[in-house]
């Protein structure tokens, strides 16, 4: 791929194809956005995939300290021939050893010492992907730029944050089951 395509990573960031659709605003490095990506699968399996679709966006923080290049990470890795499945893998990666990529209290501990680089290289090691040439291209900016204004356009200030066809649900939460969930998006039963 010469130039990066921003539908194409839209595509790579989505589940299903159904008519009802749930954004999930997540933060690569948030303990709360990763009990929610642990529920989506279940979630649009017991959906549907025919009548949910589910939107990956990515809300970066800036009190967890290496946001920007995690959230970065996943959208190169949405950039991949085989975007949908990279993006998985480095969410995987990411939520699975979270304390590799965010200081203790959020300010504190070996992670500090680490550079974005070397946070990237840890990304790419617990993936399995090659990520470093897709992260560095300029043009990947422009799909980092589109998830931090669409979640602004939205009023989206923490993650997890949840829309139903494109309105706020500020009640739903991680904590929530996913029985709870498909009652929030009238699919139970």
Same mark, same amino acid.
């Given at each position: 791929? /010469?130039?990066?395509?921003?539908? +194409?990573?839209?595509?790579? @960031? &989505?589940?299903?194809?159904?008519? *009802? /659709?749930?954004?999930?605003?997540?933060?690569?490095?948030? =303990? !709360?956005?990763? %009990?929610? #990506?642990g529920k989506l699968d279940e979630l649009?399996? &017991?959906?549907?995939?025919? +009548?949910?679709?589910? %939107?990956?966006?990515?809300?970066?923080? =800036? #009190?967890?300290? !290496?946001?920007?290049?995690? /959230?970065?990470?996943?959208?190169?890795?949405?950039?991949?021939?085989?975007? $949908?499945?990279?993006? *998985?893998?480095?969410?995987?990666?990411? !939520? /699975?050893? *979270?304390?590799?990529?965010?200081?203790?209290?959020?300010?504190?501990?070996?992670?500090?010492? %680490?550079?974005? +680089?070397?946070?990237?290289? *840890?990304?790419?090691?617990?993936?399995?992907?090659? @990520?470093?040439? $897709?992260?560095? &291209? =300029?043009?990947?900016?422009?799909?980092?730029? #589109?998830?931090? %204004?669409?979640?602004?356009?939205?009023?989206?200030?923490?993650?997890?944050?949840?829309?139903?066809?494109? @309105?706020?649900?500020?009640?739903?939460?991680?904590?929530?089951?996913?029985?709870? #969930?498909?009652?929030?998006?009238?699919?139970?039963?």
């Open positions: 791929m /010469t130039t990066i395509d921003l539908p +194409r990573i839209q595509d790579a @960031l &989505r589940l299903g194809h159904g008519p *009802r /659709t749930l954004d999930v605003f997540l933060e690569p490095t948030c =303990p !709360f956005s990763a %009990r929610a #990506w649009l399996a &017991r959906a549907g995939a025919e +009548r949910l679709t589910i %939107r990956l966006r990515l809300q970066s923080q =800036p #009190w967890h300290l !290496f946001s920007p290049v995690t /959230t970065r990470a996943v959208l190169a890795a949405a950039s991949l021939p085989d975007g $949908a499945a990279a993006v *998985r893998a480095v969410l995987g990666a990411i !939520f /699975t050893h *979270r304390a590799e990529f965010e200081p203790a209290d959020h300010c504190s501990g070996e992670v500090l010492d %680490r550079t974005p +680089r070397q946070v990237l290289a *840890r990304i790419e090691a617990l993936s399995g992907l090659a @990520l470093a040439a $897709a992260w560095e &291209r =300029p043009e990947l900016t422009a799909a980092v730029k #589109w998830q931090a %204004r669409h979640a602004r356009q939205n009023g989206i200030h923490v993650s997890p944050t949840f829309l139903i066809d494109g @309105l706020a649900v500020p009640e739903m939460g991680s904590g929530e089951t996913v029985d709870a #969930w498909l009652e929030r998006l009238g699919l139970a039963g």
